[in-house]
């Protein structure tokens, strides 16, 4: 079939406008520039309107066919399945074409386009399926142009680029916010990245732990050092006691044997003390019969004397004849008197001798009663030593098994001295490794940093939100920076750390923004410790440079807090604007 029955009046390049007289007022200056580029003025939204009505009765059918199309693809109709429905879209999809086909280029209709574009970023929707699909909207408009106006072909033509130039003018809409909202997604994904990375604050409290491990390490071998000297010096004493117990075991065995003799001995004496005993009982028998034998004597030398008295009175009496029995009855008298002071004397003497033999046995009783309680005392003493032989015996045991002991304790001191050396060894090297790690990590914000820094050179219009949630990553990595440097790894200097105007969010801040930003209570309040948090950053690099460690983590604590507030202040702000 013939497109064109009348060959079109002029050539194609005037069919083609590239005036600059766009001037539409409800739009911007910049919205001005494109639609002139793009040739578009209000003869072209005529020819729109014009082309409307024969479009627009086959507007249900297009957009059926389209959606018939794209469904068609699995990867499409996965994609509104997870973010919409088929009817939804219809809807919207009416929508759009009946706002393309009324060509009235305002605010509104900008704000639309740039809508889509958002909305195409945030479900992923790749940039091909979008081209493609939109292309085939264009070609089903332009299609049923020339279908109904093929015989009025330079009017065809007319409605044909002005479908085309509008179409042109909303891809780029929808394309520009498209690519700045996924190159804004990567940027603030790399951000967010970058925010989380900057609150991994435990890489200084990793390398700190095993600082304390190590320190640790070092007390638990010095200790076990000394636990081991004093377990072999008590395994030294514990042998020594030992021999010396086994020394007392066998003099405590010879004194029980020498005791054991004694009580023989003792209980020998006994004996003997009893038999003397006996005998100076028959002593004292036999001077009692020899005391009654002397009494006897006695009585007979008083019955001679008696005797010898009457004689010498008998011989008083005869004279003469009785001098010569006189004189014999003197001498008799004589001899008994003179026994009678031997048997005095005897009686005496055996008297005394009774005494000395009652005195005698008394004392040998006495010391008979001693020896037996010698010998009783000898027996219990006796049985004590045998006890005390035991108990040594089992103290020689005990301390034998200390000494065992000892040793085991001294082989196990040892094996925990070979572990902790292990340990040790395995602490120095996580040491390193979390040193190396904090370094990676680093080394990774940085790239991410320079990655991110290299959005901002791309031709992306920033709205105030995003400048806000850029400063926030910004002011955190300022913390990042300084932190690193307290644990070493970071080489910062004090001039490094720029003044609170020179910063991005000082430009922005003292920049020229609206009233109704500087007017929010969040942005009055941001200035004070933002200047704060370039003083503190400033004082820390200062102190950590001269040495003042300390001073310069407090320099750091008090940064952390003038951050934490700025951070609040500006999360306040992106809500308010």
């Known amino acids: 079939m013939a497109i064109f029955i009348n060959r079109p009046k002029n050539n194609w390049h005037e069919y083609l406008n590239f005036s600059q007289d766009t001037n539409m007022n409800q739009v911007n200056i910049e919205m001005n520039k494109r639609l002139s580029f793009l040739g578009i003025n209000d003869k072209t939204l005529q020819h729109i309107s014009d082309a409307a009505e024969i479009i627009s009765p086959y507007l249900t059918e297009i957009v059926d066919t389209f959606y018939e ?246 011989a008083a009496r005869a004279g003469e004849h009785g001098r010569g029995f006189a004189v014999v009855a003197s001498e008799v008298r004589k001899l008994s008197e003179h026994t009678k002071e031997q048997i005095t004397q005897i009686t005496s003497n055996m008297e005394s001798l009774l005494e000395v033999s009652h005195a005698v046995n008394q004392e040998i009783k006495e010391t008979e009663k001693m020896v037996n309680q010698s010998v009783v005392g000898a027996k219990t003493a006796g049985d004590e030593l045998e006890k005390i032989v035991e108990a040594i015996q089992g103290i020689s045991h005990e301390i034998s098994q200390i000494a065992a002991m000892s040793e085991e304790q001294t082989a196990a001191i040892q094996e925990i001295t070979d572990r902790n050396t292990v340990i040790s060894e395995l602490s120095d090297k996580s040491q390193t490794i979390a040193s190396e790690t904090a370094k990676t990590i680093l080394d990774l914000s940085k790239k991410m940093e320079a990655n991110r820094r290299s959005f901002f050179n ?67 309040a941001l200035e004070t410790p933002h200047i704060a948090v370039h003083n503190c950053a400033r004082k820390a690099a200062e102190c950590y440079v001269r040495g003042d460690v300390l001073e310069a983590q407090q320099a750091f604590e008090r940064l952390q807090d003038a951050s934490q507030e700025v951070v609040t202040l500006l999360k306040q702000l992106k809500e308010q604007v």
């Not at 929508?95 to 280029?105: K, N, S, V």
């Not at 292309?135 to 089903?140: E, R, T």
């Not at 400063?471 to 970071?490: S, V």
Request: include cysteine; hydrophobic fraction near 40%; charged fraction near 25%.
């Open 69 to 314: 199309t794209i469904t068609s693809y699995e990867e499409l109709q996965q994609l509104i399945h997870e973010h919409s429905t088929v009817e939804r879209l219809k809807q919207t999809m009416m929508t759009y074409l009946e706002q393309f086909l009324r060509a009235e280029i305002n605010h509104d209709y900008i704000k639309s386009r740039q809508m889509i574009g958002k909305v195409h970023s945030n479900i992923h929707l790749t940039s091909q399926h979008f081209t493609a699909a939109y292309q085939l909207i264009v070609q089903m408009m332009t299609t049923i142009i020339m279908e109904k106006m093929y015989h009025r072909s330079e009017k065809m033509m007319q409605m044909v680029l002005a479908i085309q130039k509008l179409a042109a003018f909303d891809v780029q809409l929808i394309v520009e916010v498209y690519t700045q909202a996924t190159v804004k997604q990567f940027l603030f994904g790399i951000s967010d990245l970058l925010n989380y990375t900057t609150q991994l604050d435990t890489s200084r409290e990793l390398i700190n732990s095993m600082n304390k491990q190590k320190e640790e390490t070092y007390s638990v071998t010095a200790a076990t050092e000394e636990m081991t000297a004093s377990i072999q010096e008590v395994a030294h004493h514990a042998v020594t006691v030992s021999e010396g117990t086994d020394d007392a075991v066998q003099s405590a065995v010879r004194s029980k044997r020498v005791i054991n003799e004694s009580l023989e001995g003792i209980q020998q004496v006994g004996k003997v003390y009893e038999q003397v005993v006996n005998r100076v009982s028959k002593l004292d028998q036999e001077i009692e019969h020899t005391k009654n034998v002397v009494h006897v004597v006695r009585e007979i030398a008083e019955q001679t004397n008696l005797l010898a008295l009457n004689a010498s009175i008998e």
């Open 458 to 524: 791309k031709n992306i219009e920033f709205e105030h939100k995003d400048i806000i949630e850029s400063a926030i990553t910004d002011h955190l990595l300022w913390k990042w920076r300084i932190y690193n440097m307290l644990i070493g790894i970071e080489d910062l200097k004090a001039e490094q750390v720029g003044s609170h105007e020179a910063c991005n969010l000082g430009r922005w801040y003292y920049g020229d923004l609206p009233e109704q930003i500087k007017s929010k209570p969040a942005y009055k």
